[in-house]
Structure formats: C-alpha cells, structure tokens
C-alpha cells in the first residue's frame, strides 16, 4: 500500500483534493490510500518519520497558522523519503520556480483552480506515478478496493478465496480469516481483478490459487476454510484445466 499525504491550510481545498483522489483510487483500483490529511506540517512530518517508505505527498506552498511553508517541508520530507512523490498545489503560478530553488525534485504543480479544472492534473499525476512504480517492480494492482458507504477498504487478492453474488444485489467476499460485502457486480469485479480468478458460474467468481479441491461429479470447489463455491457444467472442464495450470 502507497500511503498519501496531504498538507493544506483550507479545508474545503483539503476536502475537494482528497474527493478528487478517492474517485480516482477506486475507480483505477489501485493500492494507495490517503492516510493523512492535516494542514499541519509538523504533523505531516511526525506521521512520516514513523512510517518511513514511498509515499505521496500534495503539499500547499503557504500554509497558513504554520512558520513551516510547503516548500520546507518539501525539503525536511526529503531526509525521510528521498524517493517520493511531491506534487505542489497552489493558487500562486508565480512560484512554481522556487521549486527548483529548494531542489525537491517535485513531480507536478498544480494551480488551485475550479475543482473540474483541477481533476484531470491529479488523475495525471496518479496515472505517472502508477506507472513509475511499476516499472520498478512495486506490484499496485495486488489489491482489490472495497467500497461500501464511507468506508474504503483494500484486500489482498491473495488473501481472497472468492466473491458469491447474494440477494439485494450485493456481493460477498469471502477469504482468509475474513468475510465482507458490497454492492456490485460479478462482471464488474472481473474487469477490476487479475486472471487469477475464474468466473465459475453466474453467482462465483472464484481465485484458482486457493482452490483445495474440484468435486467433479457434484460440480463443487472447496476452500482453505472449508467454504464452498458451485461450477457450472460448461465451465467444469476449463476450470480444471486452469488449476492445473495454476498449480
């Protein structure tokens, strides 16, 4: 999981970049989620000290109530991730030289701006770094993001054994030591995962690496926690041999 962070003095510029990069989370599926938003540098900088690693950062370049601008703290944020995202947001273009003066080694800088306008530069700095990290091999799209109401969520696809449509149209996740649902659709879910999991019949959608056993004559596929799913009788000969592909 990518964490990011955001440091901006306005709260309803805070609320509407944090939106902004929700939508953008869950619709692309991807692992990385907001773990900080705070218009406290010092905060900021705490937070990150303790969970060193890559991360994102949005920063505003004044920060009002702090005597740390964002600039700074691009500068003290480098000590602990020298190889992290830094992308500027505010609404002075006239200082998007200092960035090169403090040497930060910023991404992107974004003006503050109508929030329709803002949104195609975030989901472009997102889709850069995506593809940055995978080129180095960070593996992003090893999670699947559950969101129900408020809470956003994202699972392992490996901790996951498979997903069962149940009634009122949501669907359950069943996997290791968990079990949670959603509303959603089977033929959603199968754009948004990898070809690890076989779509089984009309109400599974099963992952092949966690598969303990196939009864073929019942058309039954059993689970590490003793669950089970059902395999149409079309899709019985390609599961089995996609298993023993897998295996």
Same mark, same amino acid.
């Given at each position: ?21 929700? #939508? ?26 303790? =969970? ?16 740390? =601008? ?43 701006? #109508? ?60 996997? #290791? ?39 073929? #004559? ?30």
């Amino acid at each position: 999981m990518i964490p990011i962070y955001i440091c901006e003095d306005d709260s309803v510029q805070s609320e509407g970049l944090a939106y902004l990069l929700n #939508k953008k989370l869950i619709t692309d599926d991807l692992g990385m989620d907001i773990v900080l938003n705070t218009n406290q540098p010092e905060k900021l900088l705490e937070t990150v000290r303790d =969970n060193l690693g890559t991360a994102i950062y949005f920063l505003d370049i004044e920060i009002e109530g702090s005597q740390m =601008n964002g600039l700074v703290l691009a500068q003290k944020i480098r000590e602990y991730d020298p190889d992290g995202y830094i992308i500027f947001v505010t609404t002075h273009s006239e200082m998007s030289f200092l960035t090169f003066h403090y040497k930060v080694g910023a991404l992107d800088f974004i003006i503050k701006d #109508k929030i329709q306008l803002m949104e195609p530069k975030i989901n472009e700095c997102i889709d850069t770094i995506t593809q940055r990290l995978r080129a180095k091999g960070n593996v992003k799209s090893e999670y699947f993001a559950v969101n129900d109401g408020d809470d956003l969520s994202y699972i392992a696809y490996e901790e996951i054994y498979f997903f069962e449509v149940t009634d009122n149209h949501r669907i359950l996740l069943e996997g #290791k030591c968990l079990r949670t649902d959603f509303y959603g659709t089977l033929k959603d879910i199968e754009k948004r995962v990898d070809k690890r999991f076989f779509r089984s019949n009309k109400s599974f959608l099963i992952n092949l690496h966690h598969i303990t056993k196939i009864d073929q #004559k019942n058309r039954i596929v059993h689970f590490p926690n003793g669950e089970t799913a059902l395999v149409s009788r079309l899709n019985l000969k390609q599961l089995l041999k996609l298993k023993e592909l897998s295996s």
